[in-house]
């Protein structure tokens, strides 16, 4: 079963403008990561937050973790065309085993 | 890190036959997962692959289904057994190695006609 859900579904912009990204979840977690798919192809992981943080950047890259609403979101800022991709949060199901819930899912398009 | 290739990257099948995917890590890993992407889904968890004993399965996945094999630390096969239609999805595997270090392969996509 999924874990939670991802908003919006999908996402549209220009590029340049920052896209934001959010998905909940609804157990306690370990830690919260943040993949990219491009075009139904592999996994890439994006970005790691432990569920004792509250907020981590990685280059273009902002995720903010609120336990308490049990919610993250993904800011990726100053948008390219290659950012075009869907984007996952996936929380560990347990006590930190390496079983991942993951979220819905944002396909984000960034228009050059 | 980890580099994780699986085999075939991609096939297409008739209902009714099997395909088995082969999931080859370079390094050893103890927990092995396999996950499921239907079309234009998210991914959902198949099983824990157990290494010298049978798999762990996730809800509504049985392994008359989807067996799966792990002979040793750098190696898996999932099997897709009968398949329908329904099966077509793109299959990953997936190692833990601990300390938050988790990867993934780059898919199998199967169409099953």
């Known amino acids: 079963s999924q874990q939670g859900e991802e908003d919006p579904q999908a996402l549209s912009i220009q590029e340049g403008e920052n896209a934001t990204m959010n998905c909940s979840y609804k157990?306690?977690?370990?830690?919260l990561q943040w993949y990219r798919q491009n075009s139904g192809r592999g996994l890439v992981h994006l970005i790691l937050i432990r569920s004792n943080e509250r907020e981590k950047h990685s280059g273009r890259l902002r995720v903010t973790l609120d336990t308490s609403k049990k919610s993250s979101s993904l800011l990726i800022t100053a948008s390219r065309a290659a950012d075009t991709a869907s984007y996952f949060c996936a929380t560990d199901a347990s006590n930190n085993t390496g079983k991942l819930i993951f979220g819905q899912g944002t396909t984000l398009q960034v228009k050059p | 890190s980890a580099v994780i290739s699986q085999k075939p990257s991609r096939d297409i099948c008739q209902r009714g036959t099997s395909l088995t995917i082969q999931c080859q890590v370079d390094s050893q890993v103890t927990m092995m997962f396999w996950y499921r992407q239907q079309p234009g889904q998210s991914l959902t968890l198949i099983a824990t692959a157990n290494q010298g004993s049978e798999a762990t399965y996730e809800s509504g996945f049985v392994i008359d289904k989807f067996p799966i094999s792990r002979p040793n630390l750098t190696f898996s096969t999932l099997t897709v057994s009968n398949m329908s239609p329904e099966d077509s999805s793109i299959y990953l595997c997936?190692?833990?190695?601990?300390?938050?270090?988790?990867?993934f392969g780059p898919g199998t996509r199967l169409t099953v006609t």
């Open positions: 157990t306690s977690i370990n830690n």
């Open positions: 997936s190692v833990w190695r601990g300390a938050y270090e988790q990867y």
